[in-house]
C-alpha cells in the first residue's frame, strides 16, 4: 500500500520501485526509505519522461506543465490560469491545457484535476528560479484565500516557504495553530481532533532566521502550550523559546506579553516556574509601552494590566527559593 501509494498507482512507477528494492536485496531502512521519497526510483522513468514530452509538446505547453506540477495535490481551472499569468505569461493557457489534458494531466471529479504522477517524478527543475518562486508564492496565496484546513494549511505554508516569502510561512502558521487551538477550547478531547501534521512543523529544528523574531516567537509558544495539549515532547521547543526570547527587544514586547500570558494560563507547570518567571521578567522589563508589529501601543482591558499576572505564578511556588524568585 505504501509504495503503490508513492507511486500514486501508477503502473510504471510501481514496476520502477519494485526494480528499485530488487537491486537492493528488498532491504529497507531509514536511508532507502528517504531515497524513496526523493524519487531516486524514478532516473530512468523520468529519461523517458522528459523525452516523451519534448516529441509531442511544444514550449508553451511544457511551461504550462512544470507549473502546474508545483501543484501539491488537485487544482482548478482557476488555479491554472493564475500559474499561466505569471510572467513570463504562457500564451492562449485553454488551449496549451486542452493539449495536456488526458496523458499529462488528468480530470479529477468537478472542476477539479491532478498532473500525471509520472510528470510529478520528472520535477519542474526546467523552471527558472524566479517563475518557480512566483508559481509557489500564487498557490499558497490561492489557498490561503478560500476556507481552508489543516490539511491545505500545510501545502500553503511549504508553498510560502519555497517561494522564500518567510514571514508568509509564520504567519499562516499562527494563524492556523491559533484556529486548531479555538477548536481544542470547543472540544471535550483534544485528541479528537486531528492537526494534520501542523505541530510537526519546525518542531525540533530552529525556524528561519529571516522570518522576524516577533513571528518565531509567537510560533513557539503555540507549539508549546498546544504539543502539551496533545501530550507531545516540548524540551527543544521550551530551549529554543529561550534563546528567542534573549533576543527580544521593545519591537517584540505586545507579542511577548501575549506568549508569557499563554503560558501562564496554560501550560505553566511543563513550562516551568524559573523558566515562565524569566520570561515574565523580560516582558515585564519591556512593558512600559508594549508595541504591535504595526508600531502601535498595545492597549489592554480596563481594569487589567499585564503586571497583574504575576499573581498567577502562586499556584506553582512550591519552595522556598521559588518564594524567593517570586
Known sequence: NYIN?????????????????????????????????????????????LGRLLAVLDTHSQELLYRLNLV???FSSEDMHALAGISPVVARPLQQFHLLTGLWVQRDVGNRFFVSPLVKAL?????????RKDCHLVLGDRIDSTDFNQYQAIYA???FVSAEQLNKAGALLISS???????????ESSSSIDD??????????????????????????????????YNLPVSYLLEDCDL??????????????????????????????SRLHQYFRKALSLAETPILPDETELNFPEGTSFEALIWAFTEDIDSVSALEEW
Open 196 to 229: 494534520g501534521g501542523l505541530l510537526l512543523l519546525w518542531s525540533n529544528q530552529a525556524l528561519p532566521e529571516q522570518m522576524d523574531l516577533y513571528i518565531r516567537i509567537m510560533i513557539r509558544g503555540f507549539q508549546i502550550m498546544l504539543r502539551v495539549e
Open 177 to 187: 495553530l491559533n484556529i486548531l487551538k479555538d477548536s481544542i477550547d470547543l472540544s
Open 244 to 273: 528567542l526570547i534573549d533576543q527580544a527587544t521593545a519591537k517584540e514586547s505586545a507579542m511577548l506579553i501575549g506568549v508569557v500570558s499563554n503560558l501562564v494560563n496554560n501550560c505553566s507547570k511543563q513550562t516551568g516556574f
Open 157 to 159: 505554508i511549504n508553498h
Open 5 to 49: 501509494g508513492l507511486a500514486g498507482a501508477n503502473p510504471c512507477l510501481l514496476v520502477s520501485i519494485a526494480e528499485y528494492l530488487k537491486r537492493l536485496n528488498w532491504s529497507v531502512d531509514n536511508e532507502i526509505l528517504f531515497s524513496l521519497l526523493r524519487g531516486e526510483y524514478a532516473e530512468s522513468i523520468n529519461d523517458e519522461t
Open 123 to 131: 520535477g519542474s527543475h526546467d523552471l527558472s528560479s524566479d517563475v
Open 72 to 74: 501539491t495535490g488537485r
